[in-house]
């Protein structure tokens, strides 16, 4: 059994966390959706696999990080926050804070940094505040191009040692991989075919290729197995070293 908890609270977009969530779970899977007042509980309340953590401001975050960890006791928590920019803050949080998710990304995306720290895995997106903190990527270095901003994700494609490494690692052509990307950052079939500057009918054809070679049968689940592999698409998602869970 694994149980879920989504500690926001607007209602609608506890509402719309839910929904995104009940996509990817099964029936053995509980979802709980919570506001903050439960955070402010003398005595724990139930213990959870994961707690997604909305934060409304950073001025809250060591705060409320650290009272979902005292109240439900997750083994993870991936927090939703406003800036696509990791602060500095986020030292000093306590050790279960496993990934870092915009509030405006796409729910392909969302859902599968999900999956991946319920795998174990760590979701933090690469930026200059994560850099400038100190914190260390585990995976190599991306570098900016003019590939379009989007929500929830870098903007920057993989330089050429990165998709080479990566399309190893999951049996992909580089242009099955840029197609991979892109579909992660929650972009239609049309918007991968015009960004790649190939037809839609190709764009599809490559889509297909890369399911069948990561077998599976979706987008999300693609994403989820890509990350699962060991590749970033443009987000770090490595575990934690033995040094690391022990700061």
């Excluded at 309340?45 to 997604?52: N, Q, R, S, T, V």
């Excluded at 998709?163 to 991968?192: D, H, N, S, W």
């Excluded at 770090?236 to 690391?244: D, I, K, L, R, V």
Aim: hydrophobic share 40%; proline share 7%.
């Amino acid at each position: 059994m694994t149980t879920l908890i989504i500690i926001e609270p607007h209602p609608l977009q506890q509402l719309g966390l839910q929904r995104i969530l009940a996509e990817i779970t099964t029936p053995a899977c509980i979802i709980h959706v919570e506001d903050y007042s439960t955070l402010d509980k003398d005595t724990p309340g139930e213990k959870c696999d994961l707690a997604l953590l909305s934060i409304s401001s950073f001025n809250d975050i060591q705060r409320l990080a650290a009272a979902t960890e005292r109240v439900h006791s997750p083994k993870a928590i991936l927090l939703l926050a406003e800036s696509d920019e990791m602060p500095h803050r986020l030292h000093g949080l306590p050790a279960s804070v496993a990934g870092y998710i915009p509030k405006h990304t796409c729910p392909a995306t969302l859902q599968a940094s999900v999956l991946l720290v319920l795998a174990g895995g760590r979701c933090f997106p690469l930026s200059s505040t994560a850099e400038a903190s100190g914190q260390k990527d585990l995976l190599p270095r991306l570098k900016p191009s003019k590939w379009p901003a989007t929500d929830g994700a870098p903007s920057a494609r993989p330089d050429d040692r990165v998709v080479r490494i990566e399309c190893e690692l999951l049996g992909l052509t580089p242009r099955q991989y840029e197609v991979l990307v892109l579909l992660a950052r929650g972009f239609r079939m049309k918007e991968v075919g015009r960004h790649l500057n190939i037809s839609v009918a190709t764009a599809k054809a490559h889509t297909e290729t890369l399911y069948q070679r990561l077998d599976v049968h979706n987008r999300n689940a693609a994403v989820y197995e890509a990350f699962a592999r060991g590749a970033s698409l443009g987000w770090t998602t490595a575990s934690p070293s033995a040094g690391e869970r022990a700061r």
